[in-house]
C-alpha cells in the first residue's frame, strides 16, 4: 500500500510543489492501458492510498 505522498516522494525524489491530485490523474492512465489485458491489478483504499496486486490464474 502506497500513498500519494510516498509515489511523489519516489517519482520526483525532491518536494514536488504541484497538485498531488497528479498521481491519481496517472494511475488512471495505468488502469486504462492495463484494462486491455485482464481486469485491474491496482487497487485504491480511500483514505489509504494504492496497493498493486497480483494477476489471477496462470502465467
Known sequence: MLSRAQILD??????????????DQY??????KLAAH?????STRRGFGYMLREPDGPR
Do not use: M, Q
Open 10 to 23: 519516489a517519482v520526483w525524489t525532491y518536494d514536488f510543489r504541484g497538485c498531488d491530485t497528479v498521481v
Open 27 to 32: 494511475v488512471s492512465y495505468l488502469r486504462r
Open 38 to 42: 485482464g481486469p485491474s491489478l491496482i
